[in-house]
């Protein structure tokens, strides 16, 4: 069998046109310009993915081997991250109370801690599963633009896997992330811009110096390794899934691996037509998508003058917002914003109540379950889970301005 063919991926698809591709060899985007998806034989599957076979496999995400490409895995130990139940600040979400009847307080609601991967975010799970193909592809140069954790995630596994890497930064991008880029022997180039310059640069250079493009949705596999969040869930409640999920949503990738998995599980027959509500919480100073969710529309428009402490969320023309949209609409989910104080306060009180100190971006959940129970979307009785999609210890200056912000004791 040829080595470059991934056993598992049956084939690849555009998840716009349907057209399909062969996943034996290095793959972008469809013809069409949109992302491509990795299709599974998921009988063949199924027949060995059960909940009594994981209980004796690798507590790494590669666990989940079947629905992941079959090469010799780069990683560095990701996945199977911490379901916390959050007792303490569940009991400060009051439902109902913006209609005057309140129903009491959150009863089930769990942070999935992400910054406990290596690189201290989510962006590991995307990166091993991408860099573990493209190094299978023959890829000599690894590339991608960054807010700020992919490129550092990036570094990370391009380094494991003995491979030069070129990370596009922002200038303003936290000094965390550019450190630790420079650290694992990435080349750095810093950008005056957003992160969508940094695309165009990578697009631009990407042919002439022989990179392999790892940018958001570019490529196939990042979505792979992300989805595998859904899985860990369905894992962590005992083969069940939460009534709803909130997802800090920049690039979107996340919240599309999550959906992708649970299709997948239904085809496989683990659950059934129901899905979690899936919620994508943005900065309002950088909210594409909830623009569009809230003007009715199955697309993106640019954000302009995009800007907001969580790096992560500094997306302002996402690639995926057809799918983001329509993953919203098929879940019954919703979009909405929070404001960069509103980040640091609950930044804070995550902080203080359930030890987790988070980054901006995970913050974001917190305030937004809470307008959701006020306004009675969230019933006490549902099982919540907030994705704090990366540590605090790579946010010095937004923590920085957090305490200080903060009442005297």
């Not at 496999?57 to 010799?72: G, K």
């Not at 869930?233 to 992708?260: A, H, N, R, S």
């Not at 129901?274 to 697309?299: D, F, L, T, Y």
Request: glycine share 12%; hydrophobic share 40%.
């Amino acid at each position: 069998m040829d080595m470059a063919n991934p056993l598992n991926v049956r084939e690849l698809e555009c998840s716009a046109c349907g057209k399909k591709y062969d996943a034996g060899i290095e793959q972008h985007l469809c013809t069409c310009g949109k992302p491509l998806l990795a299709r599974y034989d998921l009988r063949r599957a199924a027949a060995t993915l059960t909940l009594e076979n994981l209980k004796t496999r690798p507590r790494t995400l590669w666990r989940y081997a079947e629905v992941l490409p079959s090469d010799p895995p780069v990683s560095l130990g990701e996945g199977m991250t911490p379901l916390v139940h959050a007792k303490r600040l569940g009991a400060t979400m009051l439902c109902g109370q913006d209609g005057g009847s309140g129903q009491g307080a959150l009863q089930r609601l769990f942070i999935k801690d992400e910054g406990l991967n290596p690189t201290g975010s989510f962006k590991a799970r995307g990166m091993t599963a991408a860099v573990t193909r493209a190094k299978q592809l023959g890829a000599k140069v690894l590339a991608a633009p960054t807010a700020g954790n992919a490129g550092g995630a990036l570094a990370a596994y391009a380094a494991a896997a003995g491979l030069p890497s070129v990370i596009v930064m922002p200038a303003d991008t936290p000094v965390a992330n550019v450190m630790e880029c420079q650290a694992f022997g990435a080349k750095v180039v810093k950008l005056n811009g957003l992160i969508s310059d940094c695309g165009k640069y990578v697009a631009e250079h990407k042919d002439r110096e022989g990179w392999y493009d790892v940018s958001t949705l570019k490529e196939p596999y990042r979505i792979e390794g992300k989805k595998t969040m859904g899985y860990e869930l369905w894992e962590q409640f005992g083969g069940k899934l939460p009534d709803v999920i909130l997802y800090p949503t920049g690039g979107g990738v996340g919240l599309i691996g999550m959906c992708k998995a649970f299709d997948e599980m239904q085809e496989m027959g683990w659950i059934g037509n129901e899905r979690p509500r899936m919620v994508a919480v943005q900065a309002e100073g950088c909210a594409p998508i909830v623009k569009a969710w809230e003007a009715h529309q199955s697309s993106a428009a640019f954000f302009p003058n995009a800007a907001t402490i969580a790096s992560g969320l500094r997306v302002p023309g996402p690639l995926g917002d057809l799918l983001i949209l329509s993953m919203l609409r098929q879940t019954k989910g919703t979009a909405l914003t929070v404001t960069d104080d509103e980040m640091l306060q609950a930044g804070r009180e995550l902080a203080s109540l359930e030890g987790i100190f988070a980054a901006p971006e995970g913050a974001a959940t917190v305030i937004a379950a809470r307008k959701l129970a006020a306004s009675g979307w969230i019933k006490p009785e549902e099982s919540v889970v907030l994705f704090n999609t990366g540590t605090g210890y790579k946010y010095a200056e937004a923590w920085q301005r957090a305490l200080q912000s903060a009442e005297p004791a």
